[in-house]
Nanobody, 122 residues
Framework: QVYLVESGGGLVQAGGSLRLSCAAPRSITSTFNALVMGWYRQAPGEQRELVADITVNGVSNYADSAKGRFTISRDNARKRIYLQMNSLKPEDTAIYYC?????????????WGQGTQVTVSE
């Protein structure tokens, strides 16, 4: 199993910001530039859902809940992606997972990280 490595989660008050980072392991760095990278989240009792993803050319896609508040970016040279989260709300509380998949593959068929907890207080 290939694991991506997330960091940057934590506890923040509503209205605050966090920046998540995800690093690709050595085993996939040679193919990183061909992968669609994404952030997903899972709140307690809920299914995992897409937050945002980004292609190698920088084309990004956001969930409606993330539009206007979150920004996904990638650094192909450093094999990392980021999720800048602003104006956080309590409903953003979840475990956030990094995902790497092929262009035509599904997220479930790709690689995942272990997750990083984001908690937004009132």
């Amino acid at each position: 199993q290939v694991y991506l490595v997330e960091s940057g989660g934590g506890l923040v008050q509503a209205g605050g910001s966090l920046r998540l980072s995800c690093a690709a392991p050595r085993s996939i760095t040679s193919t990183f530039n061909a992968l669609v990278m994404g952030w997903y989240r899972q709140a307690p009792g809920e299914q995992r859902e897409l937050v945002a993803d980004i292609t190698v050319n920088g084309v990004s896609n956001y969930a409606d809940s993330a539009k206007g508040r979150f920004t996904i970016s990638r650094d192909n040279a450093r094999k990392r992606i980021y999720l800048q989260m602003n104006s956080l709300k309590p409903e953003d509380t979840a475990i956030y997972y990094c995902n790497a998949r092929s262009l035509r593959g599904s997220a479930d068929s790709g690689s995942w990280g272990q997750g990083t907890q984001v908690t937004v207080s009132e």
